[in-house]
């Protein structure tokens, strides 16, 4: 209830509607995005595996991992897998993909004060059609399945 009251005032306050309704947005709202990301030694190893759920043009955030702690005044250090973007909808089950993708690991460092992680990123600009799997060559060994459904 305080939700919907929340939006009658933002309307008559902005004098234009802020949302199409009230209602929260339910599951059936919302597609997926599965991503893995792949690496070829004697077999294919599966390094990371997520699915997020998101809304048509919703900006899509995602951390896997965490952060090392930083000292007073400095940025901390992310590690893990994260992914950022935008899914934007097109023709006939069609999606333009417009993601980066970044995978931080932790490296050993000779001084003890120093803290080091190696991160790759990956900027990627596609188109998606739900159900069908796009496979990315990332360089080297590595490779990504992105199946939007």
Request: hydrophobic share 35%; glycine share 6%; charged share 30%.
């Amino acid at each position: 209830m305080l939700i919907r009251i929340t939006c009658c005032v933002l309307l008559l306050l902005s004098g234009s509607p802020v949302a199409k309704t009230c209602e929260p947005l339910s599951d059936t709202d919302k597609s997926s995005l599965t991503v893995r990301l792949y690496e070829q030694n004697e077999r294919p190893k599966e390094l990371a595996e997520f699915t997020i759920l998101f809304a048509d043009n919703e900006e899509i955030q995602y951390l896997s991992g965490g952060e090392l702690p930083a000292a007073q005044g400095e940025t901390p250090l992310e590690l893990g897998v994260k992914l950022t973007g935008k899914l934007k909808p097109l023709k006939q089950k069609r999606y333009r993909a417009a993601l980066k993708l970044e995978v931080g690991e932790r490296v050993d460092s000779a001084d003890p004060q120093t803290q080091l992680v190696r991160t790759e990123t990956l900027e990627i600009r596609s188109n998606l059609e739900r159900g069908v799997k796009k496979r990315i060559h990332c360089g080297g060994k590595q490779w990504l399945e992105l199946l939007l459904e």
